[in-house]
């Protein structure tokens, strides 16, 4: 079964119900690492590092939830001084209780990015609900652990070279706010490079005074990716069930699996794409809207950008239910003070998944341009599903 068969409410209903079944409470782990408010960062990133959290938990007295410390809140601010103090660094965590359902807190990881998020109750902190214990849900509901991953993946991979300077990786991650990236070699992918190797490399080299050095991007690390890459990468192929799919990132602890037909590299499918198909199940009033990747000086469009959103949204509506529109925006300059705007959107329908991208000189226009196509794939669609009740009926 793929994702294109989970067609109707009826259909939807029973799947968010199955998924549903079971709540963050089940879930959630309840032996945790939390900081407190004083504590420094030079403190708190061994803390986090040891214990495998992006995120993890501030606490004032007994427990009580003041915030969350963010990795990659944190890796966005190269100039962060190690030695900067919790509450200045803080960002808010989402409400999260033992009752949350799993198709909320998934919309809730979709939103965030986070990676772990607090569970409290009545302000204390009870426990932590990760990406990886949602996945781990999938092979509970029938119709979605056989799934083929070649439906959820990402289609347009970004890679590098096994020759390729770390530091060119490096920029090429924070680009396109990914935390990995596939190493190929002769057009087959050999590795993946992750933020936590160039980490676990820096973390011992003396005179680290800011996370931008911590992690490479200040004072860039003269290597080459084939020294820190790792080279025992897990890989599957289109046909894979999304259950097996799972069971690989679960029992390897890896985010993100490299997608081959062959040796060739079709795809990507990671623990995001996954959160993501699940949290489009959500019962919601109207249609989820999610814009990453935009810069601070081009924050000012996003407005805009979601009422384009908006009034594209409502003329899919008459054809079929939008359910969540997920578009990642990265800019690349050009010569001289333009830019170009490449946009990846994903739209998740009643009906179907549907991907386009666009690339324009101009954020909105690069918008309108993708909502443009992904409202003319909903029409060709409907349009096929007509065509072929009228053969049936012939």
Same mark, same amino acid.
């Given at each position: 079964m793929g994702v294109n068969d989970f067609e109707g409410i009826r259909k939807r209903e029973i799947l ?5 079944? @079971? ?6 782990? *309840? ?11 030079? #403190? ?7 214990? @495998? ?12 939830? $003041?915030?969350?410390?963010? +990795? ?18 803080? %960002? ?6 033992p009752d949350t359902t799993i198709t909320k807190v998934s919309e809730m990881f979709v939103a965030t ?6 569970? #409290? ?16 849900t999938m092979p509970e509901v029938s119709d979605l652990r056989t799934v083929p991953v070649g439906e ?19 920029? +090429?991650?924070?680009? +396109? ?19 936590? %190797? ?10 680290? $005074? ?50 081959? /037909? ?27 809207? $999610?814009?990453? &990747?935009?810069?601070?000086? %081009? ?20 054809? #079929? ?9 990265? *800019? ?22 549907? @991907?386009? *991208? ?16 992904? /409202? ?16 049936? &009926?012939?």
């Amino acid at each position: 079964m793929g994702v294109n068969d989970f067609e109707g409410i009826r259909k939807r209903e029973i799947l968010r119900a199955q998924i549903d079944s @079971r709540s963050v409470g089940d879930l959630m782990e *309840k032996n945790f690492r939390t900081v407190g408010e004083g504590d420094a960062l030079d #403190t708190i990133l061994p803390i986090m590092r040891s214990a @495998r959290q992006h995120e993890i938990p501030v606490c004032s007295n007994e427990k009580r939830l $003041q915030g969350v410390i963010s +990795l990659g809140a944190l890796l966005k601010r190269k100039n962060l001084s190690v030695s900067a103090k919790a509450n200045s660094v803080t %960002d808010r965590s989402p409400d999260v209780d033992p009752d949350t359902t799993i198709t909320k807190v998934s919309e809730m990881f979709v939103a965030t990015g986070f990676r772990e998020i607090p569970v #409290t109750d009545g302000g204390k902190v009870v426990g932590m609900i990760t990406r990886e214990h949602v996945i781990s849900t999938m092979p509970e509901v029938s119709d979605l652990r056989t799934v083929p991953v070649g439906e959820v993946m990402t289609h347009d991979v970004v890679t590098v070279d096994n020759d390729d300077e770390v530091e060119h990786a490096l920029t +090429l991650m924070r680009d +396109l706010e990914v935390r990995s990236i596939p190493v190929i070699e002769d057009g087959h992918v050999i590795g993946m490079l992750g933020i936590k %190797d160039v980490v676990s490399y820096n973390w011992h080299r003396e005179g680290r $005074q800011t996370v931008g050095e911590l992690v490479g991007y200040s004072q860039p690390i003269k290597l080459k990716v084939s020294s820190i890459s790792v080279d025992n990468v897990y890989m599957v192929s289109p046909e894979t069930k999304l259950e097996d799919a799972v069971s690989l990132m679960v029992d390897n602890q890896v985010s993100s699996l490299p997608v081959v /037909e062959g040796e060739e590299l079709v795809g990507i499918v990671t623990k995001y794409d996954i959160i993501e198909l699940i949290a489009s199940f959500r019962e919601r009033d109207m249609v989820y809207v $999610q814009i990453t &990747g935009v810069e601070e000086n %081009d924050r000012q469009h996003m407005l805009d950008m979601e009422n384009e959103i908006r009034g594209y949204m409502q003329t899919i509506a008459k054809i #079929t239910r939008p359910l969540l529109v997920n578009i990642h925006v990265s *800019k690349y300059n050009s010569s001289g003070n333009t830019a170009k705007y490449s946009l990846n959107g994903r739209l998740f329908t009643e009906r179907k998944l549907f @991907r386009a *991208k666009a690339v324009e000189w101009n954020i909105i226009k690069a918008t309108e341009t993708l909502m443009d196509r992904l /409202e003319r794939m909903v029409k060709e669609h409907k349009a096929e599903i007509v065509d072929m009740r009228k053969r049936r &009926g012939r």
